[in-house]
């Protein structure tokens, strides 16, 4: 079996590569699995100071692999341990994400992206909402402007996920931009005491873990129920079929 996540230490700092192009890098059960399993070992390693979450290809994550997606459950377990781990993680992004990417992006305590970076929340032309995903997004983003795009599922841009809270940071160039607005990020991290940097953490992701603790058994019962429904399947199949849903005006 391929390996889905790749894990790569340099001076304190564990970079983790979501390694799925076949399917844009779409949460399936063996992509979320992986990825637990490399942010527990990066956890429990005394010389990592942050996580770099990062990924090959075109896009960051297309969310639900729609074909094999993971149980919502292991996916909410997945954002609770991110939110949980006593480390920073930092997400590197230089292409699109769509819906459930965009929670996987949201839970990361800092967010770096590139030019070429869109973002969508493509759930209500599926027949599905934003559930799971709503817990570490809203406490961080614009109320008004999560409105509209959870709503409108319309995409946008680095400097409008800059400006709505969704990245900390957007680079005007490419791979090479985004890794040099990080350096500081890094070197800062870095230079961070462990004790500190759990704490620290602790305070600035408390909002995100107050809400994945409190509606996380209710949203995921929510997505679990849209996916079963009959309009998630039509808008689903609408979108292998390359059409539009049957409710479209």
């Not at 490399?38 to 090959?56: E, F, K, N, W």
């Not at 341990?81 to 990361?108: D, M, Y």
């Not at 559930?131 to 841009?157: G, K, Q």
């Not at 400006?163 to 990080?182: C, N, P, Q, S, W």
Request: proline share 6%; glycine share 8%.
């Amino acid at each position: 079996m391929a390996t889905l996540v790749h894990a790569a230490q340099a001076t304190g700092i564990t970079t983790l590569t979501l390694d799925s192009p076949a399917n844009r890098n779409a949460l399936s059960e063996e992509l979320v699995a992986a990825l637990r399993a490399a942010l527990a070992a990066a956890g429990a390693d005394p010389a990592v100071r942050a996580v770099v979450l990062t990924h090959t290809g075109t896009t960051f994550c297309a969310g639900a692999d729609l074909k094999s997606p993971c149980d919502p459950a292991d996916f909410l377990a997945l954002l609770r341990e991110i939110a949980e781990l006593p480390k920073p993680v930092v997400a590197r992004v230089t292409g699109h994400v769509r819906a459930g990417g965009l929670g996987l992006l949201g839970v990361c305590d800092i967010a770096a992206a590139g030019p070429r970076s869109t973002y969508a929340f493509t759930e209500t032309h599926l027949g599905l909402a934003p559930a799971v995903i709503s817990m570490p997004l809203l406490p961080r983003l614009d109320p008004r402007a999560a409105a509209r795009y959870f709503l409108t599922a319309e995409p946008f841009d680095a400097p409008e996920a800059a400006r709505i809270g969704l990245i900390t940071l957007h680079a005007t160039e490419d791979a090479d931009g985004v890794d040099k607005a990080l350096e500081p990020v890094l070197a800062g991290l870095r230079k961070a005491s462990p004790q500190g940097l759990a704490a620290t953490k602790a305070l600035t992701a408390a909002a995100v873990r107050e809400v994945l603790e409190r509606d996380g058994a209710r949203l995921t019962e929510l997505s679990g129920r849209l996916f079963a429904s009959a309009e998630a399947r039509e808008g689903i199949t609408a979108r292998f079929e390359r059409r539009d849903p049957a409710w479209a005006l």
